[in-house]
């Protein structure tokens, strides 16, 4: 980036105060540039997810590019049903008009993670547009060829002063929290969200925050447990285990453990070949310092399934361990990569109480056939979102919010509830000037009293 960052910051809000971005036309032929520009660049997003993070590339279109595309087809599809004002009832205001506008913020800031850099950057990207913004994107240095890729397109297709990218790390993300946003919007981990919801409190800019956390997933008793194993191995395993949303860790009934645990053997098996750690297409650990956390947690539990590692290529074969103490860090801290340490449980009760003496997490699964033991647990453990019998799949959903609650995250996104992230809803009384109730004022007999 040329431009010093708070020139940047500066011509954007001045961009924004021009009006252009407003008008819903323009927002609509943003967003149709920005498919055009994914589209285009198809084979070197490929290419980049393959250079930081060895992603195969059906991976890279299912969980990346295509999630991409879709969201941004559903926000062209509803975008002026989105736009457009709510009249609402007038209440005391006898002959005036109340309506409910959404107004861009303004100027956003947009910061993202490494784990899937197109799609946590491009997503909110699509909603900041929709919704009107300008935006500055500040994507991960760990995926540092998507991340030059990211900036190259947006330097190419877009101007400046309406969509930026500043490349760097924590320096550079901290210097563009100095500057005067009118909206952030943060995808990462707990720790920076803190740091990052500091920032924005100073300046009482609005926030939200899309953070992780350790996600359990419960298997009952009666649970078909073909099905859990498979979509277990799926949500877990996908991307290296490196997925916000993935289950952390399994509580599973005393009666189905030793089942499950075979049927996940199978499942990944059948995902990654015999020799899972030699598969070229797995997805590699982010870096040097992720990948020896991930290894030290292999210490502590007995290995159930898998366990090779291999710094070479920086790969962890899909795990399972036993035997683990709630105490041990791997229970404690969140995982964020192909192990799965597996808790058993007597009683549903029990495991919910588990659950509850953590934070509230991003995500939560639940197998069992018996609808009392789901209801059971969905009523009483909060979470951001998810799945009864699956994994992952609620957050593709763009008719749902996706986002956290309490230390998971503030806010959600995608769909609509993305164009609401980056708007505020303005309040109108349109009053009427053909007459007027004296009773309000301190003049009248009735003084107040009518209220
Ligand atoms: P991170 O918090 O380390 O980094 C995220 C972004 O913040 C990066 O762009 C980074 O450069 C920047 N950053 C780092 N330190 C900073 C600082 N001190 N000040 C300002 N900015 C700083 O997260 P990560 O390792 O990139 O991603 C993994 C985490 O993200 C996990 O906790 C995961 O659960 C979470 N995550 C959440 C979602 C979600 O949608 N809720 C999605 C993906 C990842």
């Known amino acids: ?82 736009v457009k004002p709510r009249k609402v009832r007038s209440g005391f205001a006898v002959g005036g008009k109340s309506y409910v506008t959404p107004e861009p913020y303004g100027t956003a800031l947009i910061i993202s993670p490494w784990n899937y850099p197109v799609n946590l950057t491009f997503a909110p990207l699509i909603a900041a547009i929709a919704a009107g913004n300008t935006a500055v994107l500040k994507p991960s240095e760990l995926t540092p060829s998507v991340s030059a890729l990211i900036a190259a397109l947006v330097r190419d297709n877009f101007d400046q002063r309406y969509i930026a990218v500043v490349e760097g790390g924590p320096e550079d993300s901290a210097e563009l929290l100095e500057q005067p946003f009118d909206s952030i919007f943060f995808t990462g981990s707990s720790r920076v969200g803190k740091i990052v919801a500091e920032a924005a409190a100073k300046k009482l800019i609005p926030v939200t925050l899309e953070l992780g956390g350790k996600s359990p ?7 078909d447990l073909k099905l859990a194993a498979r979509r277990i191995a799926y949500g877990k395993f996908t991307n290296g285990g490196q997925t916000c949303v993935a289950p952390d860790y399994l509580l599973v009934h005393r009666e189905a453990k030793q089942e499950l645990l075979d049927r996940l053997r199978g499942e990944i098996e059948r995902f990654y070949g015999k020799t899972p750690i030699r598969n070229p297409n797995m997805t590699k650990i982010v870096n040097e310092r992720h990948f ?14 898998g366990g090779e590692t291999d710094p070479l290529l920086m790969r962890i074969a899909p795990t399972v361990i036993e035997n683990v103490s709630p105490d041990a860090n791997v229970m404690k801290e969140e995982i964020f990569g192909p192990i799965l340490p597996v808790l058993e449980y007597e009683d549903i009760d029990e495991a919910i109480r588990f659950v509850l003496e953590k934070p509230k997490p991003l995500a939560l699964y639940v197998f069992a056939k018996d609808d009392s ?18 994994t992952l799949l609620h957050l593709a959903n763009p008719y749902m919010p996706f986002g956290g609650v309490g230390e998971s995250g503030t806010g959600s996104y995608h769909g609509e509830y993305g164009f609401r992230a980056f708007s505020h809803y303005k309040s109108v009384l ?10 309000r004022y301190p003049s009248s007999k009735a003084g107040y009293r009518f209220m």
């Open 1 to 82: 980036m040329d431009v010093p960052i708070g020139e940047l910051v500066e011509r954007q809000k001045q961009y924004y105060d021009s009006g252009i971005t407003r008008d819903v036309r323009f927002r609509l032929d943003m967003l149709q540039k920005l498919r055009q520009t994914i589209v285009g660049a198809e084979e070197r997003i490929f290419d980049a997810l393959h250079r930081d993070l060895n992603k195969p590339k059906a991976e890279a279109y299912g969980t990346e590019i295509g999630i991409v595309l879709h969201e941004l087809r559903f926000a062209m599809k509803h975008l002026k049903r989105w």
């Open 373 to 390: 033991v789901q209801q059971r647990v969905l009523t009483r453990v909060s979470f951001g979102g998810g799945c009864i019998n699956d």
């Open 217 to 223: 997933c419960l298997v009952h008793r009666d649970a």
């Open 430 to 439: 349109k009053q009427t000037t053909a007459f007027d109730i004296p009773f």
């Open 292 to 305: 020896d956390r991930l290894k030290g947690y292999l210490h502590e539990g007995t290995v159930a399934i």
